[in-house]
């Protein structure tokens, strides 16, 4: 069977970032869309650039950077936010404008309080305003799998007239099953006129863990295009994961209509550059980018592994990106050595850059016996997501124990000077934590205070994730360091410095719920 090339249109920097507390800098957003470039993704979703000042610039940055993808930016049916796309899209190499209105009868009741009529004449007069300011243009349905389907077909059709290039059929709340998936892309390639002249997408969500199995199911329906995040990344239970939906379609490719450009060995470095960026842990067994993905513990599948690793691998980890082995550093390895490791772990580092993480990893392999990839990349990313920080940890002096009460003398650098703080606390992390407060008065709630660890051993470098709250903002920071209490502390004032962020952005009230 001959096979179509299948759009990959990857929305992490958008609906991934509603995550709550996944809210991300525009140079973290920005360092995520040149690895999702590297990854040969087709469409990157940089943003909603009418949500605030914060966004438009990320997706300008994006756009006047990214050069092998094309940059899209989002929009409700308005024209102003179709305007301030275009604007924001106005120095791409390749752009998109993506707008949207929901056609539920339950949507348009309560939230839109528009009769079918008015929800058909907003979304045609969008799209062609959109069509007017930018060649491609795609128009989703927002909580299409609950729509009728009477409406779905008349809205497309209309939309398709107006100028529409691709239109996107999104199982916003997860309802849906896949066999009724199928139905649904298949009666609209039935029933729309000119419905073959236009890119049918997918766009499922993950409320019953069905968000891969219904893109699937489009795909074996006919969609070109599936939006999808890294790591599943989303609102509530988040969205379909890309790496699932690309290794499903290359190892059962013999069953699968379609293929993709995406270069595979590159997805494990993606997800855990998100996974640092978010703070979002991946879980351990996530599907092929999880810890235990390629791991096996029962005594016959390793005595099968053993014999033949296709016994129960069905792909090899390396075409993820994966390395086999990883203890191969240590103090004694020179600069030439590190650099043809981190190379092969996918960085590519200033040599101002480079001089620092080689010090940073000298003084790690002072301290821990063995170096693992893990530890490499954990110590580089952590560098790379916390240089530029406003706040930072110099030194931390913790007495615990039995005998208490338990003491924090603190050291913060904040915006160039030194500060220090002296506070107890109920158990070191809590006074820990006190004395940052002292340093850094704020209303923050903590939500989340999270330990895991890099690699193995009792000298593993410990990776502390702690989520604060702040006047319905939500954010999470992230530490790394051998001392977990000083992981502890770089984590919550990781979340500090993005709170301060993040308090910048002024949303509009109506903007922050949206989603597809």
């Known amino acids: 069977m001959k096979k179509e090339k299948l759009i990959i249109f990857d929305t ?7 995550s709550p507390g996944a809210s991300m800098t525009s140079d973290e957003k920005l360092r995520i869309a040149k690895a999702l470039e590297k990854l040969k993704v087709d ?58 209105i929901a056609t539920s009868p339950i949507h348009m009741k309560y939230k839109l309080q528009m009769n079918p009529e008015q ?103 006919g969609v070109r295009q599936v939006e999808c995040t890294i790591n599943g990344l989303g609102e509530r239970a988040g969205n379909a994961a890309l790496e699932e939906i690309v290794m499903a379609l290359n190892v059962r490719s013999d069953l699968m209509p379609q293929w993709t450009q995406i270069e595979t060995t590159h997805l494990a470095r993606a997800s855990k550059l998100v996974s640092n960026v978010t703070a979002f842990p991946v879980q ?33 980890p390396e075409t993820v990106g994966i390395n086999k082995s990883s203890l191969v550093m240590g103090k004694h390895s020179g600069r030439h050595a590190f650099r043809e490791k981190i190379t092969a772990l996918g960085y590519s580092l200033s040599d101002n850059q480079m001089q620092d993480a080689f010090q940073r990893f000298k003084n790690l392999a002072d301290r821990k016996k063995h170096i693992f990839d893990d530890d490499i990349v954990a110590l580089i990313d952590d560098e790379v997501a916390h240089g530029n920080d ?93 001392d977990t209490l000083v992981a502890s502390a770089k984590a919550y004032v990781s979340a500090l410095n993005k709170l301060s962020v993040k308090r910048l952005r002024q949303a509009p009230d109506d903007v922050a719920a949206l989603q597809i």
Not at 12 to 18: A, F, W
Not at 139 to 144: I, N, T
Not at 148 to 174: L, Q
Not at 416 to 433: C, I, L, N
């Open 12 to 18: 992490t920097l958008r609906d991934g970032e509603q």
């Open 43 to 100: 469409v990157i979703e940089a943003g909603f650039a009418v949500s605030s000042p914060g966004d438009f610039a990320s997706v300008k940055s994006i756009a006047e950077t990214i050069k092998d993808s094309t940059v899209c930016s989002l929009s409700r049916a308005i024209i102003a936010d179709i305007e301030s796309s275009a604007e924001a899209l106005s120095g791409a190499y390749s752009g998109r404008i993506h707008t949207f």
């Open 119 to 221: 929800v058909l004449e907003q979304a045609v007069k969008a799209v062609r305003c959109a069509r007017n300011l930018i060649y491609d243009v795609e128009f989703s349905l927002e909580d299409a799998s609950r729509s009728e389907f009477d409406f779905m077909c008349r809205i497309i059709e209309g939309v398709i007239d107006a100028g529409a290039t691709t239109i996107n059929i999104p199982d916003t709340v997860g309802y849906t099953l896949p066999q009724e998936y199928i139905e649904i892309i298949t009666m609209l390639k039935d029933r729309v006129p000119n419905i073959d002249q236009v890119v049918l997408s997918t766009h499922c969500h993950n409320d019953l863990g069905l968000a891969v199995a219904n893109s699937l199911a489009g795909i074996q329906a």
């Open 284 to 316: 351990y067994n996530k599907a092929i980018v999880g810890k235990n993905a390629f791991a096996h513990e029962s005594g016959i599948h390793q005595d099968g592994m053993l014999k033949n690793n296709q016994t129960y691998e069905i792909m090899l």
């Open 390 to 482: 406003r706040i930072k940890v110099m030194s931390l002096q913790v007495v615990a124990g039995t005998k208490g009460p338990q003491k924090a003398e603190l050291e913060l650098e904040i915006d160039g000077e030194m500060h220090r703080a002296e506070s107890t606390g109920d158990g070191p992390v809590d006074a820990t934590f006190n004395a940052i407060k002292e340093l850094i008065p704020a209303k923050a709630r903590l939500h989340l205070y999270q330990v895991h660890a890099v690699t193995q051993g009792t000298d593993a470098q410990a990776e502390v994730s702690v989520r604060l709250e702040e006047d319905g903002k939500t954010v999470t920071g992230r530490g790394i360091d051998t």
